[in-house]
């Protein structure tokens, strides 16, 4: 018998999101992780809302949110909003039941500031990176450190002089003029962004175009190629070096360890910097050349720690491919250093989450 298509609404729901998402989806066991990490850190959300006046959005809810919203590649809170109308599985994870209302975009800019002072992206950070170190996923020998170009959220328009007006515009009547720069020097010194003033003209390497960026860095261990710090700075020749040896400081001073990385830290005062830490550095040899050598030797590459270390260093390369195709930060959708610092750190603790997951489901 032949069923009929009447779309008639139901007064009442027996089922709740909890019920319709199968025991075994991947989000289930990162959902148990996040839940464990905010108890933690529910004394530090006390700390920033005050005891009187009206409820707010639980502040577990708002990071769970943005959270799918790495997780997922959703480009915008906008979007974000519109799928937990009516995406089951994003209600789930994030919160709330079928009836409850989602809230508007906007919520999201409010609450970045208060998210931003009390450090919360660090300490969920510290909190998941504690947590892999509890389930024995860290190596306390062995590390790599590496950083990437993070394109900002600005124009090569908005890239303005400092101290005199912009070049004529081709055609000063529309809104979006062209304005020709050929033939024009243009630099850090000199020039900034009007859109985001932290920007700065970079190039990663010879023959690439230069963008307004940003470099993100990461130092991970060897074992799993887990994030252990996370750090963004200003784009500068020098950035990668000062970043690697600040984020080389903050490891714990029990014993020696390494620290691989690529060629471009193949420096005398990088490498000679890591020696007086304690720490043997095995980044990659910089090729021989007429006015340049290495400043690693023998007394390093002779160990066989030293191959093995060159290979695992490539672990590093997946984080950023996660965090930049995945993770939104390949074009950042944020301005200012400050914000885009707390999403760089979030979304590397989103990665470790995912890695964490594949790992602890693996049979011992």
């Not at 690439?208 to 074992?223: C, D, S």
């Not at 970043?243 to 005062?269: E, F, Q």
Request: proline residues 6%; glycine residues 8%.
């Amino acid at each position: 018998m032949r069923g009929d298509d009447q779309h008639t609404g139901h007064l009442f729901s027996y089922l709740s999101p909890e019920d319709r998402i199968p025991a075994d989806h991947p989000l289930r066991p990162i959902r148990q992780m996040t839940d464990a990490v905010f108890g933690r850190l529910s004394p530090r959300f006390d700390r920033l809302y005050s005891d009187m006046g009206r409820p707010s959005i639980p502040p577990e809810q708002l990071l769970r949110a943005l959270l799918l919203q790495a997780l997922y590649t959703v480009r915008s809170e906008r979007l974000l909003m519109e799928q937990l109308q009516y995406n089951l599985l994003f209600r789930w994870f994030v919160g709330l039941s079928i009836d409850d209302a989602v809230w508007v975009p906007t919520v999201f800019s409010k609450n970045r500031d208060r998210l931003l002072e009390g450090d919360i992206a660090q300490a969920f950070f510290l909190e998941v990176r504690a947590a892999a170190g509890a389930a024995g996923l860290l190596s306390d020998d062995h590390f790599t450190v590496d950083g990437t170009l993070l394109e900002a959220w600005a124009s090569q328009k908005s890239f303005r002089p400092k101290d005199r007006p912009d070049p004529p515009a081709d055609d000063p009547t529309g809104r979006n003029p062209t304005v020709n720069f050929r033939g024009e020097e243009r630099a850090n010194d000199t020039h900034a962004s009007t859109t985001d003033p932290d920007a700065r003209l970079y190039k990663k390497a010879s023959g690439q175009e230069a963008k307004l960026a940003y470099l993100g860095h990461v130092l991970t261990e060897n074992r799993h190629g887990l994030i252990i710090d996370a750090l963004v700075t200003h784009a500068t020749g020098t950035a990668e070096r000062d970043a690697a040896g600040a984020m080389i400081a903050d490891l714990p001073d029990t014993h020696r360890v390494t620290v691989g990385g690529d060629k471009n830290y193949d420096t005398k005062g990088f490498v000679h910097q890591l020696r007086t830490m304690g720490v043997t550095p095995h980044v990659a040899q910089y090729p021989e050349t007429a006015t340049r050598g290495s400043a690693i030797d023998a007394r390093t590459t002779r160990h066989p720690g030293y191959a093995v270390s060159q290979q695992k260093r490539k672990l590093v390369e997946q984080c950023f491919g996660w965090m930049k195709t995945v993770g939104l930060m390949r074009k950042l959708r944020h301005r200012g250093g400050a914000r885009v610092n707390w999403n760089f750190i979030f979304t590397a603790a989103a990665f470790n989450l995912v890695r964490m997951r594949t790992l602890l489901a693996q049979p011992a």
